[in-house]
């Protein structure tokens, strides 16, 4: 092997371990942003939001039954007719409202997010639901003795305040992983730009 043949294969070698630890540490990057989330700003009302659904679970869900009495089944919700969607709703909006939506911004997991985005969007149709019950005769024609509480209505704004917002950060999520990608093809094609240039420019053999 001549000199030139020694130069061009060791500038080669060199060359490919660095494209190859740059693609490495795109990948790294790509797998991070795939997993995280960064809600910004819209933290703050998340929060929030996270707060009014706490606050919503101690004020009247219906009547003088609150949310916690509503999703303990004490005897007063029982007396007051709860229906079951009003039961659902009230575990849905502790569940994914209030736990799941703590977690997805403590931890900045994207799949957490995502599954208060879905719980959050079901509370929606449970609480419209939960709201029609309080307004509607039952079996028989009984009607309900309380109509809707504040606690209902300020937890079903509330599911919907986060419902909004977590389907913003959700998609603002694909933002960056497609930004990485994009990064990841242009690396790729400039790679392999390089390898056909230095195929051309590799000395004949004798």
Same mark, same amino acid.
């Given at each position: ?11 080669s ?14 990948r ?41 009495e509503v ?15 009003s ?7 502790t569940?994914?409202? @209030? ?7 403590l ?22 639901l ?19 509480? @504040?606690?209902?209505v ?27 990608e ?7 094609a ?9 195929y ?6 004798p």
């Amino acid at each position: 092997m001549t000199m030139s043949e020694e130069s061009v294969s060791g500038n080669s070698a060199s060359e490919n371990s660095a494209f190859e630890q740059y693609e490495n540490d795109l990948r790294k990057a790509e797998r991070r942003v795939a997993g995280e989330i960064d809600p910004g700003a819209r933290a703050v009302v998340v929060a929030v939001a996270v707060v009014l659904a706490m606050v919503s679970m101690v004020l009247p869900h219906t009547g003088s039954v609150t949310g916690l009495e509503v999703l303990t089944f004490t005897p007063e919700a029982d007396a007051e007719r709860v229906t079951i969607v009003s039961k659902i709703f009230v575990y849905l909006v502790t569940i994914f409202g @209030i736990v799941v939506s703590m977690l997805a911004l403590l931890t900045r997991r994207w799949f957490l997010a995502w599954i208060a985005l879905c719980g959050c969007a079901i509370a929606c149709v449970a609480g419209m639901l939960a709201w029609w019950s309080r307004n509607t005769p039952g079996v028989g024609g009984v009607q309900p003795p309380s109509g809707v509480g @504040i606690g209902l209505v300020l937890g079903w704004i509330a599911v919907f305040v986060l419902t909004f917002h977590w389907s913003r950060v959700v998609w603002a999520r694909s933002s960056y992983q497609l930004a990485l990608e994009d990064e990841r093809r242009r690396q790729a094609a400039e790679q392999e730009a390089y390898a056909a240039a230095l195929y051309h420019k590799k000395p004949q053999q004798p």
